[in-house]
């Protein structure tokens, strides 16, 4: 059986995307960190696509944890291959450099770009024996322009598409692609405390996204009509930044 796994796919745009991945007939493997409740409403949701929906909770920043979950998932399901796989699961830490912790820096840092590669390290090689693959970094705005008060998330989002830009090349002739999603300000609990109302102003389009807008992009990159897209950072931003 064919599964697409979302990190993070609990809550916000990780939620739709679990949902449009389930519309491509994928079945769901939701990844979450410690919100079962919200994790059990996106296998609600998936479910009603006529797929399979799967719970792993793990935290993506702890390697152990990744291969113990996930590797043990894939150890149990040797017939089924992960063919799409969302690096989803990010946090943000919002501070000045002067001000920032050692540990506000690290827990960025570790949950987008260790993250992505503790997961994407574990299901590479099932992936490149499968000659097919697509994967999709959910990264930011912040890792291509930077943003003042987000130094650490800046990093952890730009590291994220340096990777990406690499991997995308060594695995492009075994049929992978590998591109990222740079929203803009989209609503989710993750935005929930910012005035909306004034950054909107800032916006060409005069409002923030919705995560159906972001999660149609990752079903359309996951789908077989992206075939001839890798490497590629794709902005999603109602125009704040090109
Ligand atoms: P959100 O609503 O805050 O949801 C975050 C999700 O990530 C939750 O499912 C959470 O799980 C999970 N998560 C957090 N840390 C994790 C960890 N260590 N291991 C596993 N899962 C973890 O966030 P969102 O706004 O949907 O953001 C999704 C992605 O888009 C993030 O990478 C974010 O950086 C990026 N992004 C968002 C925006 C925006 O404006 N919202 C803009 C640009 C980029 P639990 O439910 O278990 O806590």
């Known amino acids: 059986m064919k599964y697409a ?11 739709l995307c679990c949902t449009k991945l389930a519309e491509l007939g994928y079945n769901i493997l939701i990844n979450y960190k410690g919100n079962q409740a919200a ?12 797929v399979k929906a799967e719970l792993l909770q793990f935290d993506v920043a702890d390697k152990n944890e990744v291969t113990q979950v ?15 796989l969302v690096n989803n699961a990010g946090i943000r830490q919002d501070t000045l450099m002067m001000s920032m912790t050692d540990s506000q820096w690290s827990d960025v840092l570790n949950t987008s770009l260790q993250g992505m590669y503790n997961v994407t390290k574990t299901v590479l090689n099932p992936m490149l024996m499968n000659r097919y693959g697509r994967i999709i970094n959910m990264v930011s705005l912040s890792g291509l322009k930077g943003t003042p008060g987000q130094v650490n998330y800046s990093a952890a989002k730009a590291g ?6 690499a991997l995308a090349q060594e695995i492009a002739k075994r049929n992978i692609t590998v591109n990222a999603i740079a ?8 935005t929930e405390e910012l005035n909306e109302k004034d950054l909107a102003k800032m916006v060409p389009m005069q409002r923030f996204g919705e995560a159906e807008e972001v999660a149609d992009l990752v079903q359309f990159l996951a789908s077989k009509k992206s075939s001839y897209i890798t490497g590629q950072v794709i902005s999603i931003n109602g125009g704040l930044y090109s």
């Open 39 to 50: 994790a059990q409403e996106t296998a609600d949701a998936v479910a009603t696509h006529q």
């Open 183 to 190: 929203p803009g300000f989209v609503k989710t609990d993750m």
């Open 160 to 165: 994220m598409i340096g990777a990406t830009k």
């Open 5 to 15: 796994l979302v990190t993070g796919g609990s809550r916000g745009i990780g939620r």
């Open 70 to 84: 996930l590797g043990g998932w894939m150890d149990a399901h040797k017939e089924d291959i992960i063919e799409v």
